[in-house]
């Protein structure tokens, strides 16, 4: 198909050597057991002052335990998300040649879209994968920007009981992550004909505050629990969110960011959306609690840490 990333052909030589090499003692991809991730009603949230309490302590050792978990009754209808999903999928069906202009594809900022993995030398580095990283501000006037509403009060809303339930109340979340700063990305994995073992999304954790996601059934989503990967069964009402970098380092560890990855399917294509609740590069990154695990930092030196790491490793080195 001409809307299609030329994957195969790019990266042939790689599925030449693989055939020859013997990398597989990766035990991540030998049978992954599916589990449920920890499953909150927010509509509790609106019942009497009890129930709130509970569900807000249930979101805080979700955190604390699992890094990740899903919610329902979360705000945001079913139609917008019909209606993201259905914009996703025009998107991505526009012509490949198109996709990767240099200059603005629809109203996205130059740059946004990403295919495949621009160093890889091995097909464990190979992303089968394609995706627009967009800020949050160029969706306005899309047929997004009503799902990219909803989705950043509800981010907002989860990282002020997450920073209430360490005993801080606080207007940071909406003072530092904007509209100009937060972004969604929006992921396209493409049916992978070849052997099993190659990532839609290389195994990471997420840079920001935290993360929304919305998957299609496909399924393909793992992270790690316990030291063990699981796959996360998908379900079609839920959201998963989890914690990334920032809130690690800010809860001074008391909530983690987990490792997760996205694995291919051989014949299915797979969509999902995943919406980061970030700051400004200004923003400096302090332990809410003492003595701190890590040094204070900006965001903006995060994140030229994680490129400079990218291009020297091959791979995040993360938070240490
Ligand atoms: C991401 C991510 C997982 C998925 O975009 O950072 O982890 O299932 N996506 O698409
Ligand atoms: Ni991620």
Request: one cysteine or more; glycine letters at 4%; hydrophobic letters at 35%.
């Amino acid at each position: 198909m001409d809307s299609d990333p030329p994957l195969l052909e790019t990266y042939k030589t790689l599925f030449a050597n693989s055939k020859t090499s013997s990398n597989n003692h990766d035990h991540r991809l030998v049978t992954v057991e599916e589990r449920h991730l920890p499953l909150i009603d927010l509509s509790r949230l609106s019942h009497n002052e009890a129930e709130k309490e509970r569900c807000q302590k249930e979101i805080a050792r979700a955190a604390r335990q699992w890094g990740f978990f899903q919610v329902v009754n979360h705000g945001i209808s079913m139609e917008l998300l019909e209606m993201l999903r259905e914009e996703q999928v025009r998107v991505f069906k526009q012509p490949f040649h198109h996709k990767c202009r240099e200059d603005k594809f629809l109203n996205f900022s130059a740059g946004s879209y990403r295919w495949g993995t621009p160093t890889s030398y091995f097909l464990r580095q190979l992303w089968w994968s394609e995706a627009f990283h967009i800020p949050v501000n160029d969706i306005s006037s899309t047929p997004m920007e009503p799902f990219a509403t909803k989705v950043a009060i509800l981010a907002q809303k989860l990282a002020e009981i997450l920073a209430e339930k360490l005993g801080h109340k606080l207007s940071f979340f909406q003072e530092s992550c904007l509209p100009s700063t937060c972004y969604l990305r929006l992921n396209r994995y493409p049916p992978c004909p070849i052997p099993s073992d190659i990532y839609g999304l290389m195994p990471h954790t997420d840079s920001d505050f935290l993360t929304i996601l919305h998957q299609d059934q496909v399924g393909g989503l793992q992270l790690v629990k316990d030291g063990q990967w699981i796959a996360v069964k998908p379900n079609p009402e839920a959201l998963v969110i989890n914690i990334g970098d920032l809130f690690q380092a800010w809860s001074n560890d008391c909530y983690k960011s987990v490792k997760h990855c996205a694995v291919t399917h051989p014949t299915k294509e797979r969509f999902s959306a995943a919406y980061f609740l970030c700051p400004s590069y200004e923003t400096v990154i302090e332990s809410c609690s003492m003595p701190s695990v890590y040094r204070k930092f900006s965001f903006r030196e995060y994140r030229q840490k994680v490129q400079e790491d990218v291009q020297l490793y091959g791979y995040k080195v993360g938070l240490s």
